[in-house]
């Protein structure tokens, strides 16, 4: 799980985040195999594609918010390149809420991280409100990053020295807006996520899933187009889990705003309008 600093506030945040083929005993049969097996691969990656499509072209009869094209990322580590993420689509419309499934390793927090504009992809493009964001410099991504997307992490992240209304506050104060006038908006976004009674709590006065709220809360404060959630409930019990996961969804309706999470919970992916894997660096429709 990606560690982040408070620096994330600011939304300025960069994370840090395979065949041998042996001779066969005869010719043909080595030929039959490779065949087999070509075919076989070509038909798995076209149906992958057909499905990804289809699931794509029903977000775009609706606005799209967010929107990645061609998705490439791969990393050295000085023997061999890892190919992370392979060419995917995805266009998330407004007001939906996507799960992404995978194992860990599989590129799904890399996505996400993609997604966000808080890592650079190595090939394709991703889209903002339909703002093409490779020719954007570090200070354009990080603002655009402020203004239309909120983030949610397995841990919360939130500063011990702040209650939670100056938690929640936090993100609009680093836009300049008035302590007052930030603290109203926080203070309708925790009663949203029904604090209303333990604002002037300090985090280490709040439960786990108290805390979770506090930072769904602050990741909706803007009033961003898209929420990125990565493993929300990867740190709570069922219940709690359950809990959290119906306030995301109340919270992402009262607001309009989209939301995708990457989650390991397939119960809870479930209950997204819809799912999708990764595996290998392919997504893929569930």
Not at 34 to 42: G, P, Q
Not at 84 to 91: A, E, F
Not at 243 to 258: C, E, I, K, P
Request: proline residues 2%.
């Amino acid at each position: 799980m990606t560690n982040i600093s408070k620096a994330h506030i600011q939304a300025d945040h960069i994370p840090t985040d395979h065949v041998v083929t042996d001779q066969s005993a005869t010719e043909s049969a080595a030929t039959a195999s490779v065949v087999t097996a070509s075919s076989a691969t070509d038909h798995a990656s076209t149906a992958r594609s057909i499905t990804t499509d289809a699931a794509n072209a029903h977000a775009s009869a609706r606005n799209i918010v967010l929107q990645a094209k061609g998705l490439s990322r791969h990393y050295d580590d000085g023997q061999r390149r890892l190919d992370i993420l392979k060419g995917v689509d995805l266009s998330i419309a407004s007001g939906e809420m996507v799960a992404i499934i995978g194992a860990s390793g599989s590129g799904k927090s890399t996505l996400l991280h993609c997604l966000g504009l808080l890592d650079r992809p190595d090939a394709g493009e991703v889209y903002v409100n339909g703002q093409a964001t490779n020719g954007l410099n570090e200070v354009q991504r990080s603002r655009l990053r402020n203004k239309s997307l909120g983030f949610v992490y397995q841990f919360h992240h939130l500063l011990g020295e702040f209650t939670a209304l100056d938690n929640v506050a936090m993100p609009l104060i680093v836009r300049r807006l008035s302590r007052n006038e930030a603290r109203t908006k926080a203070h309708v976004l925790l009663e949203r996520v029904g604090l209303g009674d333990r604002m002037t709590h300090y985090p280490s006065q709040l439960s786990g899933g108290e805390r979770q709220r506090v930072a769904l809360a602050r990741a909706m404060v803007t009033e961003p187009s898209c929420v990125l959630a990565d493993e929300p409930t990867g740190n709570l019990d069922r219940e709690t889990a359950e809990d959290m996961f119906n306030w995301l969804r109340q919270a992402v309706q009262a607001g309009g705003t989209s939301l995708v999470v990457v989650t390991h919970d397939l119960a809870l992916a479930a209950r997204a309008d819809r799912q999708f894997t990764m595996t290998s660096g392919l997504l893929a429709v569930k």
